[in-house]
């Protein structure tokens, strides 16, 4: 199975620019979503296929996958922002795999 | 509109077998390119993926806990049963359901069961 790997934070100033990445094997070669979960609160779809966003997600977030890297860039970064991010692949053996996640912190 | 609820006991003893069930509704567990997933989450820590049921009865499972899951489905009653054997403290955690689309990504889930493992 394969490992995804997120830094375990990234900090931002309202209004700027946030990118979180997630690492792994050939990452490019297939598929990556994105998840926000805010405490207390179940997981919320932003990313799907690398660079969709589901139906009521802001335009200001964004995602790109090359490589070994998928990223996911949240532009104009608000407050409500602030929450911990996961990016989801599946493995070689048509797994699931979760990345570690990423803390989001608007400052 | 698609919902999916998470039910079982909040506490299991060491060494017990949970068992859980996922009753959902908004959409049918044999359209082709549907599955329902389980996933949980460690108090403060990451989301682990544990099992998947696909609309066929495809089942897939974590690799490192494949031995202790079972998932299965009740197409007429819109529900997934994930069964836990050997239940340790380490696994408490809030177990979460969610629907796998055709696009292979979880669009939406339930709203979470905690399980606490505790003599």
């Known amino acids: 199975s394969s490992e995804l790997t997120q830094p375990p934070s990234v900090s931002v100033s309202p209004g700027q620019t946030a990118s979180i990445t997630c690492s792994g094997d050939k990452l490019g070669d297939k598929y990556t979503c994105w998840y926000q979960q805010r405490p207390g609160q179940s997981p919320l779809l932003v990313i799907y296929?690398?660079?969709k966003r589901p139906s009521g997600i802001p335009e200001r977030f964004s995602g790109s996958n090359s490589g070994n890297t998928a990223t996911l860039t949240i532009s104009g970064t608000q407050a409500m922002d602030e929450a911990d991010y996961y990016c989801?692949?599946?493995?070689?053996?048509?797994?699931?795999?979760f990345g570690g996640g990423t803390k989001l912190t608007v400052l | 509109q698609i919902t999916l609820k998470e039910s079982g006991p909040t506490l299991v003893k060491p060494t017990q077998t949970l068992t859980l069930t996922c009753t959902f509704s908004?959409?049918?567990?044999?359209?082709?390119?549907?599955?329902v997933g389980w996933i949980r989450q460690p108090p403060g820590k990451a989301l682990e993926w544990l099992a998947l049921?696909?609309?066929?009865?495809?089942?897939r499972y974590s690799p490192s806990l494949k031995s202790r899951l079972t998932i299965t489905k009740d197409t007429s009653k819109n529900q997934v049963v994930l069964t836990m054997t050997n239940m340790d403290p380490v696994d408490t955690a809030t177990y979460y359901c969610?629907?796998?689309?055709?696009?292979?990504?979880?669009?939406?889930w339930g709203q979470g069961t905690l399980v606490t493992v505790s003599s």
């Open positions: 908004g959409f049918s567990l044999s359209t082709s390119g549907v599955g």
């Open positions: 969610a629907h796998r689309t055709a696009l292979e990504d979880f669009d939406y």
């Open positions: 049921i696909y609309w066929d009865d495809d089942k």
């Open positions: 989801q692949a599946w493995d070689s053996s048509t797994n699931v795999v």
């Open positions: 296929q690398d660079t």
